[in-house]
């Protein structure tokens, strides 16, 4: 009977979460249309589609109806969390303690508690982009409570989506990174007060300033979805070697850059030069993973 109630409270709080972080997303994506910029936005996924910002106008019912339900979608998610993990541990019959996910677990159930307690005090709702996929990350951490085997078997379905989700996530933040760049070199060069000919054929600002955005917003629900299935090996955070660790620990560190520099803007207005160094941070971070999964075949042919 604890198997199935368990489970039961697993797969629910993976839909909780799930949805919850979705609705998160797609309220930061809007949000940009109530910027006071937000004008400069038109034809960021489209020209037909943008809205401009209009200081009395008031939300759509869509998004109100996602800001409402994004909240109560996560504590219940949290609710769900709490029981798996609990009921996880008796019938693995572990001390959870002694695990390191049943401690990030915990983190991230107290971190959902505040935020859901602070949300409208402080206005941080925009905080739910990165609460709701670490609640999720963290939950299927737990998955691996008591098992002691060091690599699950894996459909060829399932290590594909995890694989594209990487791939096609690094493909558009390379985008993001190069727009990043030619924002600050072009920057650089009006700050110098150089010549308009000698600036070559660089776009203008705010063009490369809504081409980052643009490439961010795109490639975080798959960096997400990486970073969510990645979670499946969380275990050689315990059992793996150093290699391993530092591969998760990059890969973790640039999910969450990108989320503070979609964080930032929609909550903060940051744009320009702060969200070009954040871009090149996380881009950064992420050829740590490459590098380190190119070492280790290489490491092997060199042995």
Not at 102 to 107: K, Q
Not at 161 to 182: Q, T
């Amino acid at each position: 009977m604890p198997e199935v109630i368990s489970g039961i409270s697993f797969a629910l709080t993976l839909l909780f979460y799930g949805a919850a972080s979705a609705l998160f997303f797609l309220d930061v994506a809007r949000s940009r249309a109530r910027l006071p910029a937000a004008g400069g936005f038109a034809g960021l996924f489209g020209g037909a589609g943008a809205h401009v910002h209009d200081p009395g106008a008031r939300p759509s019912s869509t998004a109100a109806s996602g800001s409402r339900h994004a909240p109560l979608l996560l504590g219940l998610g949290a609710l769900g969390h709490a029981t798996y993990v609990t009921l996880a541990s008796f019938v693995a019959r572990v001390c959870p303690v002694h695990s390191v996910h049943f401690m990030l677990s915990v983190a991230s159930l107290l971190a959902i508690a505040v935020y859901l307690v602070a949300r409208h005090r402080f206005r941080i709702d925009a905080l739910g982009l990165l609460i709701g996929p670490l609640g999720l990350a963290f939950l299927l951490g737990t998955f691996f409570l008591g098992k002691p085997h060091p690599e699950p078997k894996l459909s060829p379905v399932f290590i594909a989506a995890h694989v594209m989700a990487n791939l096609l996530g690094i493909a558009l933040f390379l985008l993001a990174g190069a727009s990043a760049a030619l924002y600050l070199v072009q920057e650089k060069r009006l700050k110098q007060k150089r010549h308009v000919e000698r600036m070559g054929n660089l776009p203008p600002l705010d063009t490369l300033d809504r081409a980052v955005h643009r490439f961010l917003s795109a490639g975080f629900p798959l960096l997400t979805l990486g970073i969510v299935t990645g979670t499946y090996w969380a275990h050689q955070l315990e059992t793996g070697n150093t290699e391993e660790v530092m591969r998760a620990i990059f890969g973790y560190a640039t999910w969450l850059l990108i989320a503070l520099v979609l964080l930032l803007r929609a909550a903060a207005g940051w744009r320009g030069r702060r969200a070009a160094y954040g871009t090149i941070a996380g881009l950064a971070c992420a050829g740590a993973v490459l590098v380190i999964y190119l070492i280790r075949p290489a490491a092997g042919l060199g042995g």
